[in-house]
């Protein structure tokens, strides 16, 4: 574990999450509850079975179970009541801010009307202990004009969406396959974002940046194996939404002591972490950093980085970032005066 008090800091640190896919906080428990709620037959015969069931090759294994889970949510109070979950338990975290991802496809394809998965969503960030908006992604296992249709579908929703996200099975479905919605996403005002080099290739991020012309990458941790690319990502500061417990669950790294998030530090990266699904992966905020830092040689002035990239790559108005900012720094001064007052009594 880090010491006790990197650890305090680490909990108790202003933060924003920007990489929270909301289907993926729905938790075993919830996911009962709704199901006997709807009438919805699950495979599973107990809770217990199916956290047993949570073990993974590979994404596309995870992603099978996520989208067999996400077929309880039928109503509008049942999309209500998992933000609603997620927005508590992302407090108690100290996350300030969130950036939501939703994949209305995995609803719309059963039925489930659009406004239904909005309203509900949305109607929870209202209503939450937390700052919180929506970002719609995009199956890439699906075609584009499919991902066209779905943007339709959510126009008369503009309002209630701050931007669009690219998501599913990386391997095979290139960004450049979604050229064409991000572009019409791009008119529309929309911020962008993709999920890039995974599992998938260094070049799905160059592509993801040239031809969907996205903001930041969400992991983007395979970026290192192109040395051209990674000091771009440096000189540009696009940020990477890095998911540490996701990515030992997911096999891109064997454990956790392999996790390249340092060397992407060190790289002069601006790196964010996040919880990806938490309720698959093991965690939620502090459990992503907590795990990091305890495999990883990674100190205060890391934390405060990490934490400091979140806000700076938020999707929040600029006097809103500055606030946050502005308290989050004051946190870090305290604790490195508490620091240096400890350092100099023990020496002394
Ligand atoms: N959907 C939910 N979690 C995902 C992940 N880690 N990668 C791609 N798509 C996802
Ligand atoms: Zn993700």
């Known amino acids: 574990m880090p010491n006790e008090q990197l650890q305090n800091i680490l909990q108790q640190m202003p933060k924003a999450e920007l990489h929270i896919h909301i289907e993926g ?74 950036e939501i991802f939703f994949d209305p496809q995995t609803h719309t394809a059963r039925g489930v009307p659009m406004h239904t998965v909005v309203d509900g969503i949305w109607r929870a960030c209202q209503d939450g202990p937390i700052s919180a908006s929506l970002i719609m992604c995009f199956l890439r296992h699906l075609s584009e004009d499919e991902a066209l249709a779905t943007l339709e579908e959510a126009l008369p929703l503009r309002g209630k969406i701050i931007g669009v996200g ?11 396959k979604f050229a064409r919605v991000f572009e019409r996403c791009r008119q529309l005002g929309l911020h962008l974002v993709a999920h890039a080099g995974e599992e998938g290739p260094p070049a799905y991020i160059e592509t993801a940046l040239d031809l969907l012309n996205v903001e930041r990458i969400d ?24 998911c540490p417990l996701s990515n030992v669950k997911l096999r891109v790294f064997d454990h956790m002591g392999q996790h390249n998030l340092l060397d992407l530090l060190d790289a002069g990266l601006a790196v964010t972490i996040n919880s990806d699904d938490p309720a698959y992966f093991g965690g939620y905020m502090n459990a992503n950093f907590l795990a990091a830092f305890e495999a990883l040689p990674l100190g205060l002035s890391h934390a405060h980085r990490l934490a400091r990239n979140s806000f700076t790559a938020s999707f929040l108005e600029p006097e809103a970032k500055r606030d946050f900012l502005a308290e989050l720094d004051a946190v870090f001064a305290t604790a490195t005066a508490t620091a240096t007052a400890t350092a100099t009594a023990t020496v002394g």
């Open 219 to 242: 992991h983007g941790v395979r970026c290192l194996e192109d040395p051209v690319l990674t000091k771009r990502l440096a000189r540009e500061q696009i940020a990477l939404t890095v």
């Open 166 to 176: 690219l998501d599913s099975s990386e391997l095979g479905h290139p960004p450049e």
């Open 25 to 98: 906080s729905l938790e075993p428990e919830l996911i009962f509850e709704l199901a006997q709620r709807n009438g919805v037959a699950l495979a599973y015969k107990s809770v217990e079975s199916l956290r047993n069931a949570y073990a993974f090759d590979n994404l596309q294994s995870f992603l099978d179970i996520y989208y067999a889970g996400a077929s309880v949510l039928l109503t509008e109070q049942d999309f209500y009541d998992m933000t609603a979950a997620y927005l508590r338990r992302a407090a108690l975290d100290n996350v300030r801010h969130a």
